[in-house]
T-cell receptor, first 113, second 110 residues
Framework: DVKVTQSSRYLVKRTGEKVFLECVQD?????MFWYRQDPGLGLRLIYF???????EKGDIPEGYSVSREKKERFSLILESASTNQTSMYLC????????????FGDGTRLSIL | RKEVEQDPGPFNVPEGATVAFNCTYS??????FFWYRQDCRKEPKLLMS???SGNEDGRFTAQLNRASQYISLLIRDSKLSDSATYLC???????????FGTGTRLLVSP
């Protein structure tokens, strides 16, 4: 079974802090993704990566950056957290190639005060 | 038009009922899709993958209607444990991304 592990289930941070969300997958997947999910808006893609050190902007990259130094790890960084970044953050991974389902981590519920 | 559209529901059904959800999509080139299930405050989990016109797995049947550009999920003999949000998901024509619907909520009552 694919295992995607996110570093925290719940996180509370303050406005202006730099926040790191970590994601690790154990299936040697090439592609990794970061989403946020808000009520009524569904899943929105923030950034994705198709290889080490490669990254592509998703639909809502503003205020975020990412890092992929190793194949198994994909980090999401909130450069200066703001209250509108309070959300559920989900990491996913998949094999390279079209039409592949994504496998999700448990999610991190982030609150910015 | 949104790439993927779903009726948000909720669909309220009694145990044992048969219920169907539809999902419409705008990309006529789509040839495969997925249904994910998401429980409250949990991550989405893959329910079914469909790479042709349809797929059946136990009580669940998924079908793709290319002519009308909609996808359906049929659940027979509903169980209380089927209560969840069901997400319709299609591959994007872009770089190996998926496009997620906002989900249809199902509530199965005793």
């Amino acid at each position: 079974d694919v295992k995607v592990t996110q570093s925290s289930r719940y996180l509370v941070k303050r406005t202006g802090e730099k926040v790191f969300l970590e994601c690790v997958q154990d299936m040697d997947h090439e592609n990794m993704f970061w989403y946020r999910q808000d009520p009524g808006l569904g899943l929105r893609l923030i950034y994705f990566s198709y290889d080490v050190k490669m990254k592509e902007k998703g639909d809502i990259p503003e205020g975020y950056s990412v890092s992929r130094e190793k194949k198994e790890r994909f980090s999401l960084i909130l450069e200066s957290a703001s209250t509108n970044q309070t959300s559920m953050y989900l990491c996913a991974s998949t094999l390279r190639g079209g039409n592949q389902p994504q496998h999700f981590g448990d999610g991190t519920r982030l609150s910015i005060l | 038009r949104k790439e993927v559209e779903q009726d948000p529901g909720p669909f309220n059904v009694p145990e044992g009922a048969t219920v169907a959800f539809n999902c419409t999509y705008s990309n006529s080139a789509s040839q495969s899709f997925f249904w994910y299930r998401q429980d409250c405050r949990k991550e989405p989990k893959l329910l079914m993958s469909v790479y042709s016109s349809g797929n059946e797995d136990g009580r669940f049947t998924a079908q793709l209607n290319r002519a009308s550009q909609y996808i359906s999920l049929l659940i027979r003999d509903s169980k209380l444990s089927d209560s969840a949000t069901y997400l319709c998901v299609l591959p994007n024509t872009g770089f190996q991304k998926l496009v997620f619907g906002t989900g249809t909520r199902l509530l199965v009552s005793p």
